[in-house]
């Protein structure tokens, strides 16, 4: 196994994983998850991992957002252990801290795009203006503004994903979690949301840690770890690039 810990002495560590082991039990089964994983990942890194299904890319990222427990090791967000974090805690992290981008979009179907994302700073107990002036500001980001009046199901994939991460970020999050986030949309759409993504590197230092079987995608990555069997194996490192979302 290769220890993947990166020495980032001029930036801030955002994600830390400290020798993290994921185990489950199925049907008497041993399923080794995750395996002694260490990483660091700086503020304003954009970050991919890839590798087969099964290999623990969605674990780890899970991990991180709090969505699992893991069976041994250590997790830090910002420097900040987060081994006794209760339910509580996480919410109040996933409020604040961390936005999360998922594959299957889960916009509610009943409310428009500006709903769905104004969701999140209403569960906070935001109301009013600033909601409103908020909700604009990131819709006018991820180009949906024409449309926040439409219901997903009058949305696109693309568009659908657009709102989706228009409502990951509405909170002004520092780190974001994108799991397969084109893994259903087509090649063009698929790269216009990777484009999104390396903006918000670009623009606001967000810390992304994405998760695809996409090489193309895995390309807009300011590096790339291979996973394979719970563990890291290789970091490919690449070159700067400016990508217009």
Known sequence: MLRARVRLEKSIIMVTLNQVSKVYERGGDTIMGLDRVSIEVGKGDFCAFIGPSGCGKSTLLNLVGGLDVPTSGEILLGGRSTSRFTSDD???????????VFQAFHLIPGLTAAEN????LLLRGERGASVQARVEEVLELVSMTARKHHRPS????????RVA????????PQIILA?????NLDSQHGAEI????????????KTILLVTHSAAAAEAADYVWAMKDGQLVTRTQHEPVTVVA
């Open 154 to 161: 009058e949305l696109s994939g693309g568009e659908q994903q």
């Open 165 to 172: 991460i228009a409502r990951a970020i509405v909170h002004q």
């Open 179 to 183: 799991d397969e986030p084109t893994g």
């Open 194 to 205: 990777i484009a999104l993504l390396r903006s918000l590197v670009q623009r606001f230092h």
């Open 117 to 120: 994302v104004a969701f999140p």
């Open 90 to 100: 996480w919410t109040k992290t996933r409020r604040e801290t961390v936005g999360i």
